[in-house]
């Protein structure tokens, strides 16, 4: 079964830098689209970057300029790179990919668990 796996998340001081990984494990022919998405306490789920399988990417207003999201298709592997990080950029960080899997070869929207990310000023 596929399962999405995040870690690097902690707490860090403002302008401080973290780096987050999502591993896609199981039975994967290949991973199409994936995302990053975050949510804060009290608010809703909120779209963080994307990354398309050729490496095209596009990033919320909010952290473009200083996040960075790359992949290791080789890895089943997306990454998150956090600069500048803000007291805004606290929640739980999600990851979402679209696979195919061995078995069945239509895209599947699979979502992480998460990690929490704590930016305290």
């Known amino acids: 079964q596929v399962q999405l796996v995040e870690s690097g998340g902690g707490l860090v001081q403002a302008g401080g830098s973290l780096r987050l990984s999502c591993v896609a494990s199981?039975?994967?022919?290949?991973?199409?689209?994936m995302a990053w998405y975050r949510q804060a306490p009290g608010k809703q789920r909120e779209l963080v970057a994307t990354?398309?399988?050729?490496?095209?990417?596009n990033y919320s207003n909010s952290v473009k300029g200083r996040f960075t999201i790359s992949r290791d298709n080789a890895k089943n592997t997306m990454y998150l790179q956090m600069n500048t990080l803000k007291p805004e950029d606290t929640g739980v960080h999600y990851c979402?990919?679209?696979?195919?899997?061995?078995?069945?070869?239509?895209?599947?929207?699979?979502w992480g668990k998460g990690t929490l990310v704590t930016v305290s000023s």
């Open positions: 199981g039975s994967i022919f290949s991973i199409n689209d």
């Open positions: 990354i398309t399988r050729g490496g095209s990417t």
């Open positions: 979402k990919a679209d696979i195919k899997g061995r078995a069945w070869n239509l895209p599947t929207t699979y």
